[in-house]
T-cell receptor
Framework: EPEVTQTPSHQVTQMGQEVILRCVPI?????FYWYRQILGQKVEFLVS????????KSEIFDDQFSVERPDGSNFTLKIRSTKLEDSAMYFC????????????FGPGTRLTVT | AQTVTQSQPEMSVQEAETVTLSCTYD???????LFWYKQPPSRQMILVIR??????QNATENRFSVNFQKAAKSFSLKISDSQLGDAAMYFC???????????FGAGTRLTVKP
């Protein structure tokens, strides 16, 4: 069964450094998402992406964040200058088309900022 | 803005017994989708069950069923014949039919006692 994959599973970085989290959505899916879950807290929506552009973003998704689909298969989340509070689990998700509603989540990337 | 509330931070159930997890939500929309996700210690988000708001019939997936009360904006999850593998965090989630973002509740940690 096809699934969403994410790399790396765990990323450790120093404060102020740039990180890129990678996701490979399910191949025929058209909508892509990033979510964040700070340890012990709820899962929070960051951004959705469709047709090579951001369709919606939350207040969390400020200028430090950007997303890209560089090559038709990968979907990346970049944090330009990481802060301690960016430490969290980051989940990628994808969905087939507008008429569907089920999002398939990847296994997540644990980001630790020291 | 839509909000999702899970009022039970923790629940426990005896193996083979039944447990119900509560979820309420706040929305002014009439068309939306509701989900329950399971997050085991591996932290992967696994879809348990989904419900379209326009359907009056409660969704059922094997041992999992929901009690969807649209007027009361309530969406509880019932787990029958609980198994040790059901132990996890359970998140209730709401998605508008028009928006892409998914709103999650704070989660309920379910413990299953042998």
């Amino acid at each position: 069964e096809p699934e969403v994959t994410q790399t790396p599973s765990h990323q450790v970085t120093q404060m102020g450094q740039e990180v890129i989290l990678r996701c490979v959505p399910i191949s025929n899916h058209l909508y892509f998402y990033w979510y964040r879950q700070i340890l012990g807290q709820k899962v929070e929506f960051l951004v959705s992406f469709y047709n090579n552009e951001i369709s919606e973003k939350s207040e969390i998704f400020d200028d430090q964040f950007s997303v890209e689909r560089p090559d038709g298969s990968n979907f990346t989340l970049k944090i330009r200058s990481t802060k301690l509070e960016d430490s969290a689990m980051y989940f990628c998700a994808s969905r087939v088309y507008r008429g569907s509603y089920e999002q398939y989540f990847g296994p997540g990337t644990r980001l630790t900022v020291t | 803005a839509q909000t999702v509330t899970q009022s039970q931070p923790e629940m426990s159930v005896q193996e083979a017994e039944t447990v119900t997890l509560s979820c309420t939500y706040d929305t002014s929309e009439s068309d939306y989708y509701l989900f329950w996700y399971k997050q085991p210690p591996s932290r992967q988000m696994i879809l348990v069950i989904r419900q379209e708001a326009y359907k009056q019939q409660n969704a059922t997936e094997n041992r999992f069923s929901v009690n969807f009360q649209k007027a009361a904006k309530s969406f509880s999850l019932k787990i029958s014949d609980s198994q040790l593998g059901d132990a996890a965090m359970y998140f209730c989630a709401y998605r508008s039919a028009t928006n892409n973002d998914m709103r999650f509740g704070a989660g309920t940690r379910l413990t299953v006692k042998p």
